[in-house]
């Protein structure tokens, strides 16, 4: 995706004596300097802040997730656990955390894994084992069925083209494929649509949704709107918004988390640790375009403490 902007990027004086030391402090004596915490973690890259992590064991004999878990609380301690996970192992628990209890958030596991390259999902499934001890396709196999089921093993092959290229001839083959399945297309055993959402390139799904509304008269949005329902419809809606404009269909994800009584936190860690040092930057350009409203501002009005300092802290 070529224009994307992160905000974190790595930081340029890193001294990661300097930073253990005053991470240290920060948590030593009468209550903890929060802002400190703030002012180092969220500027710098997520290979600094493992940087951190080891040099903190090797130097002081303790676990820096263990002092600052004991020091922290709340959403603010589980934003900085995120940011001090490698960014792998951290999807793997937001990938175990979707599925477990009761009921499965298959929007998140369709997020995560649209949203990865065939390598990252290749890593995804090692280190979920590693992390967990289990299977992510058995957990998968066992926790969804159906047509949801089988549209998330299509995702977990990680058999996405990634050429980058457009092949309009085939582009315009999909498309038909689509139309005169029918209904057929978007469920069922063998869905023409699973299969081209999993497998093709986002540009190419692009230039296929364009194809299928020039023959159907119908925006691709529309036509699943009307042929699937429940959580099959919207693991479709978010991987063509996803396919058509990642950023925006962050910025969707996050207004979404905002809106309404109380506020979806754990969506917010994702989406704000997840992306910042990829295209978080693009993610805020696009949020004000379409709701009028700067990120930063909306996340202000929605979060408090040191948990909204943080965030913000990372949109810069």
Known sequence: MGNCQPTVVPYEDFDVVADIKAIRKACKGLGTDEQAIIDILANRSAAQRL?????????????????LK??????????????????????VKELRKAMKGAGTDEDV????????????????????????????????????????RRLLTLLLQGNRDE??????????QDAVSLFEAGEDC????????????????????????????????TEILDAID????????????????????????????????MKGAGTDEDTLIRIIVCRSEFDLETIKDMYLEKYDVSLKDAISSECGGDFKRLLLAILH
Not at 115 to 139: F, G, P, Q, W
Not at 163 to 172: P, R
Request: charged share 25%.
């Open 186 to 217: 978007f469920g069922t055993d063998e869905s023409t649509f699973s299969f081209i959402l999993a497998t093709r390139n986002y540009l190419q799904l692009q230039a296929t949704f364009k194809a299928y509304e020039a023959i159907s008269g």
């Open 51 to 67: 940087e951190i992590k080891h040099a903190y064991f090797e130097k002081y004999d303790d676990e820096l997730v263990e002092v």
């Open 70 to 91: 004991s020091e922290l609380s709340g959403n603010f301690e589980n934003a900085i656990l995120a940011m001090l996970d490698p960014p792998h192992v951290f999807a």
């Open 163 to 172: 050429s980058y290229e457009v092949d309009e001839a085939l582009a315009e």
């Open 226 to 257: 009307k042929e699937t329902s429940g959580t099959l419809k919207d693991c479709y809606t978010t991987l063509v918004r996803c396919a058509k404009n990642p950023q925006l269909y962050f910025a969707r994800k996050l207004n979404a988390a």
């Open 109 to 148: 596991l369709v997020e995560i894994l649209c949203s990865a390259t065939n390598a990252e999902i290749a890593n995804y499934i090692e280190t979920y084992v590693y992390v967990h001890d289990r299977d992510l396709e058995a957990d998968i196999e066992a926790d969804t069925s159906g047509d949801v």
